[in-house]
């Protein structure tokens, strides 16, 4: 089979926001895989050890997404793409993104896509059903577990907490919930064999792309912070009184009972 | 210039979700001259729930009525709504963002080729230009995010943009469209309810979350008996759900559901800043905690120092004395 894995590099979820100038501040920030795209490398690992194949993890970043990529060929993946829209893309939205992979693709043998179903810092979702619908391929997102037989799979697939059962075909785009999988720590050997992975890196020239293609159709103009909460107040006195005394604040001064 | 502006409705066991509603009010806040088109997808009559999108403010409703359409999948809702959006070439589609609104919208934006801004919580207007804004790094921060090319599609977010006031008296033209849907790839083979229990989170007014401090399953009992009190969903922390106290489905995070209740009452949860990032713009916050040093007392309007299973009884006692 031949796999491909979407990712991209997020704030470690640790981290504190800090805004100046209508931007996000990330010069000291550390990054880490998407969460939800870990669970995409994680079934891409689980799914080439019971079907053979090849895993390919393709990230559209710039320099520092190389960290990233390493930590998911440690982690068990074959082989690595950067596309460095650095130079290129000042600021592209999901349209760009989605346009730039579906470049990447074509002419590519592929039989499934896995991706995260959101990425915690812009949390559109739109970049696995964008390439989806611009591949022609059918695709499932949120899904919470996977089942190849040939080129049919059965997915479980997380609406809302309930669970619809998905047949479908490959060739297959899906997209990652939580619960579909453990995702592996890279083992020393793992980070070894990493290094020598191959990790190619491509620009949009190299895609035939240039940066009318991909020009972003929305703009963010702000970025700001949520007020500060005012520190609250912890009740005092015996239990009993003081969920009278929240009852009596929630319905009176709040009016939310 | 008059502009026309499609709502998706989207219905949940036959009834209209509260969220197709508040699109249409966010329809008119986009721009309150524009008329507004409701589409609603399903199988069989759709003529009630178009009347009643109507009734929130809808100018008329076009509805899709196929066997296929009868559970929701991508490529059947996809056809049944590009067709109405092409008889129509509307200025602007908004729908809720809601697992289906998240599905479907950027499968119809990259077959429309056009922009998409997910998640909305409001919309201003600069100069007649609608602004958007929406969280980001699960609400840590917010960005406000206009259209620079192509129609105004939106998802906005459950209970942020109140809906207009229902008035049964309104009327308008319903129209039923038919459309041939074929080439379905992904079937629904079946069903697993187990979120039945109660309200949906992401649409609660009020959530009672509980994290390791309820110490196992068996420990939310009482959580679920306050949100039945209260109308409201229950929720957990990453730490709960790790723990398997509840399904992950609960969870509240940076990782799991993002959440904006009129009430948050936070039950043995320390207040991880994941945890935070998925609950903190709630209206009101209560903390009900053991542990006095516990970083959820920073974000709470309230805060109980106690033992949860001692607190909650008396608390459900005090709230069935008032409703």
């Excluded at chain 1, 020393?188 to 009318?212: N, T, V």
């Excluded at chain 2, 922390?237 to 509240?252: F, K, N, W």
């Amino acid at each position: 089979m031949n796999i491909y894995v979407l990712l991209k590099k997020t704030f470690d979820t640790e981290e504190k926001i800090s805004v100046s100038g209508g931007r996000i501040e990330d010069d000291a920030a550390e990054f880490i895989i998407n969460p939800y795209d870990e669970y995409a490398v994680e079934e891409a690992i689980n799914q080439r050890d019971a079907h053979g194949g090849e895993i390919t993890v393709v990230t559209v970043g710039d320099e520092g997404s190389e960290k990233q990529l390493r930590t998911a060929l440690a982690m068990g993946v074959d082989k690595a793409v950067l596309i460095n829209t650095e130079e290129d893309v000042e600021e592209g939205d999901q349209f760009t993104t989605a346009k730039i992979l579906e470049a990447f693709f074509e002419g590519k043998e592929v039989d499934l896509i896995l991706a995260g179903n959101v990425a915690i810092d812009e949390a559109s979702g739109q970049v696995g059903p964008r390439l989806a619908e611009l591949l022609g391929f059918p695709y499932v997102s949120t899904i919470t577990s996977l089942k190849i037989d040939g080129d049919s799979a059965v997915i479980e697939k997380d609406v809302e907490g309930d669970v619809e059962i998905v047949e479908t075909s490959l060739p297959l785009l899906v997209t990652c919930q939580q619960g579909l999988n453990e995702p592996r720590y890279p083992s020393l050997p793992g980070i070894m064999k990493a290094k020598k992975k191959p990790l190619d890196e491509l620009e949009l020239d190299d895609l035939d792309l240039d940066e009318d293609d991909v020009e972003p159709k929305t703009k963010t103009i702000d970025i700001f912070l949520p007020p500060e909460k005012e520190s609250g107040r912890v009740l005092e006195g015996d239990i009993a009184d003081q969920v009278k005394e929240l009852v009596s604040l929630l319905k009176n001064d709040k009016k939310v009972l | 210039m008059s502009d026309k502006i499609l709502v998706i409705g989207e219905a949940r066991e036959g009834e209209l979700r509260n969220v197709s509603f508040e699109a249409v009010a966010a329809a008119k806040k986009i721009n309150s001259d524009a008329e507004i088109v409701g589409v609603i997808v399903g199988e069989g009559s759709l003529e009630g729930l178009g009347k009643e999108l109507i009734h929130y403010g809808a100018d008329r409703v076009t509805t899709v009525s196929h066997e296929k359409l009868k559970t929701y999948t991508s490529e059947g809702y996809g056809q049944a709504i590009l067709a109405v959006v092409n008889d129509e070439s509307p200025s602007g589609i908004v729908m809720g963002h809601t697992s289906i609104g998240k599905d479907l919208t950027p499968k119809l934006a990259s077959k429309l080729q056009t922009g998409l801004i997910s998640d909305a919580i409001d919309i201003e207007l600069d100069n007649n230009q609608p602004v958007f804004i929406r969280p980001i790094y699960s609400g840590k921060a917010f960005e406000k995010k206009i259209i620079t090319n192509g129609i105004t599609f939106v998802t906005i977010r459950p209970n942020n943009i109140p809906p207009l006031e229902k008035d049964e008296a309104r009327t308008g033209e319903i129209n039923s469209k038919s459309v041939d849907v074929a080439d379905i790839r992904t079937i629904i083979k079946e069903v697993i309810r187990k979120a039945s229990k109660g309200v949906d989170l992401s649409e609660a007014n009020v959530i009672v979350a509980g994290g390791r401090g309820v110490k196992s399953e068996e420990g939310f009992k009482p959580l679920y008996e306050l949100a039945e009190v209260l109308g409201g969903a229950v929720g957990a922390s990453r730490g709960a759900c790790d723990a398997e106290y509840c399904d992950y489905a609960l969870q509240i995070g940076q990782t799991g559901k993002v959440v904006t209740p009129d009430l948050y009452i936070a039950v043995g949860i320390s207040g991880a800043i994941q945890h935070l990032a998925g609950m903190s713009n709630s209206k009101v916050i209560v903390a009900i905690n053991k542990d006095p040093e516990s970083n959820i007392f920073n974000v709470a309007d309230y805060g109980i120092v106690g033992d949860l299973f001692e607190v909650i009884p008396l608390l459900i006692e005090e709230i069935k004395k008032i409703k």
